[in-house]
Structure formats: C-alpha cells, structure tokens
C-alpha cells in the first residue's frame, strides 16, 4: 500500500482512503450528534439515515454512470469533493429536523458517486493488473472506515461539529489537490495519444 501511493495512481488511492474516512466523519458519529444536538429520538434517526440510504441508491444506480459518461470520472471527482466540502458545512447550520433531512440529503447526494468514479479511475490509469489496482482500492477504503470513526469519535468529544468541520476541510483539500493531479494526469494522457503512432 505504502509503495502503490507512490505510482502512477498514487493520488487514486489515497483519494480512496481520504473518501471513507471522511464520510465515516458523518457515518460513524451521526446517531449520537443528532441525539446530542436535536435530541432525536432512534425512529427520527431510523428516518434520517433511511433517507440518506434512499438517496444513495438512486444517485449510485441512476445518476452516477450517465455522469461519468457524459463529463467524466476526473469532473465527477472533482465536482463531487467541492460539493462535498460544502455538505459537510451546512449539516454544521441545519436547525431542525426538515434541515436535518436537506442538508443530510445534499451531503449524500454530492458523495454518492465519488467512490465509483475513483473507482473506475483506478482501474483505467493504475498502470497495474486490474485485480491488483481495486485490491489495494478497498485496501486504502477499508483503512479509511477504520480511521475515520477513531478520529470522530475522539474530536466530538472536544466539540459536537468537529467531526463534520473535518470532514469539510478534507474533502477541500482533496478537491484542491485534485485541481493539480488529475488535470495533469489528463494532459499527460493527451499528450501519450498524440505520440502514438497511427493505426494507419
């Protein structure tokens, strides 16, 4: 894992584990956030996440494969981390239960299709067997649902919104980073077409 970081989709992976653990900054500290903030009782928390769940499905089932078709797996990515950041802040400014369910909804919405569009990435530019690209793929997810519920459960105990605020701030950085390495990855793409020799 440490050596594939350092390849050709070195920026993929650690996109993969920057990803789970910041979505596990939402998944693994919610129930309590909400019991703590709203004191929302287990059925109003049941009825949060079965809508995030809802909204999941439809956006991975429905949307994810026409967007990537149509503008890309690097714009999907990019468009996906921004409005991310954003999610993840204005779940910090949700009052009630009605902004609860928008702001929740639009979180998932905007991540919904960021592990498949990395995911189908890695195995178009990892430059390895695709057996081996999407082993270390899961690798560097699992080692993010791992993380990401330690470090959220540690800072909720500081400040109830940290978690989320971490989770803003690193789905910013990606999308910055992601400015840099996947617009040189696709030039770097162009520019191998066109020394190509023809098939003429």
Not at 83 to 112: C, Q, R
């Amino acid at each position: 894992m440490w050596k594939a970081l350092f390849g050709e989709a070195g920026f993929l992976f650690f996109t993969a584990f920057m990803i789970s653990f910041a979505i596990t900054n939402f998944e693994g500290i919610f129930p309590f956030y909400a019991q703590q903030r709203y004191n929302f009782d287990e059925f109003t928390v049941g009825v949060i996440l079965t809508t995030v769940g809802t909204i999941s499905f439809i956006v991975q089932g429905g949307l994810t494969g026409v967007a990537t078709r149509k503008l890309g797996d690097a714009w999907v990515i990019k468009a996906s981390l921004i409005a991310s950041a954003a999610g993840f802040f204005v779940m910090i400014l949700a009052k009630d239960l009605t902004g609860v369910l928008l702001t929740s909804g639009f979180f998932i919405l905007s991540n919904a299709m960021l592990r498949p569009a990395v995911s189908s990435l890695i195995s178009k530019q990892a430059g390895m067997p695709q057996g081996i690209a999407m082993g270390l793929n899961n690798a560097f997810m699992s080692l993010g649902r791992v993380m990401g519920p330690l470090w959220a459960g540690w800072v909720i105990d500081i400040n109830l919104v940290y978690p989320f605020s971490t989770g803003a701030v690193i789905m910013l950085l990606g999308f910055g980073a992601s400015l840099f390495f996947l617009k040189e990855r696709a030039a770097g793409t162009r520019s191998e077409a066109a020394q190509a020799p023809s098939s003429d």
